[in-house]
């Protein structure tokens, strides 16, 4: 991304983050270097479907776009106009949506391959909907994979020890990664496969 683009960036992230903190999330955008390992199950063949939750500037949609290079469908879904007009504009050829994270199931007309989700996991989430990890897994398919980062500092904290026990609940499979130092906050990421039920 351009020097630019990212300052820009930076700023608008900033400006959300003290206006709307616990949905925004973070204060500034993710690194490369965490988009490198949220991107990381998408197939590098075929035409995969790939869903991106909060995408926010673009931090994970670029690294997609990157690996996607024009196969399949690649749907972003991001609740703040502003930024859901931005990515469209960046991106042409992602189907970007403004929308909530739990009217997915609508947007869907198969299984989804991958989902990427920079959601806030805790933070944010309307009363009476069917809950994060429940939507998710139910919106992959058998063979799907679901990345989900969160942040290191936070990861003994009651809320981070929910959300490993929500994944184990959901998916037969989870895995964790290293911490990736090179984000701010550091960030470690759940990939998590095999769809329960
Ligand atoms: C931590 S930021 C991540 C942004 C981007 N993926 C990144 O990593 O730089 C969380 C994003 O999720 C969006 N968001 C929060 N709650 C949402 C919801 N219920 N539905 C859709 N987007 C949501 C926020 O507006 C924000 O852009």
């Not at 490993?164 to 609940?169: P, Y």
Request: glycine share 6%.
């Amino acid at each position: 991304m351009a020097h630019e683009t990212c300052r820009a960036d930076r700023l608008r992230f900033a400006r959300q983050f003290l206006r709307t903190p616990l949905i925004t999330a973070a204060p500034v955008p993710s690194s490369a270097a965490l988009a490198a390992c949220m991107v990381a199950p998408i197939p590098r063949t075929g035409d995969p479907l790939v869903v991106e939750l909060g995408a926010g500037t673009g931090a994970f949609t670029v690294a997609a776009q990157e690996v996607l290079r024009g196969r399949g469908r690649h749907l972003a879904i991001e609740c703040n106009p502003e930024w859901a007009t931005l990515l469209a504009e960046r991106h042409p050829s992602v189907e970007v949506v403004k929308a909530q994270a739990h009217e997915l199931p609508a947007l869907l007309d198969r299984p989804a391959d991958v989902i990427i989700s920079g959601l806030p996991w805790s933070a944010y989430w309307p009363e009476g909907q069917r809950p994060l990890i429940e939507l998710l897994a139910g919106a992959l398919g058998p063979e799907g994979t679901l990345t989900q980062f969160s942040y290191s500092w936070s990861r003994w904290a009651p809320p981070a020890r929910r959300q490993h026990r929500e994944f184990d609940a959901a998916f037969e499979e989870i895995v964790v990664s290293r911490t990736v130092l090179r984000n701010l906050p550091p960030a470690y990421v759940y990939y998590a496969r095999r769809p329960r039920g």
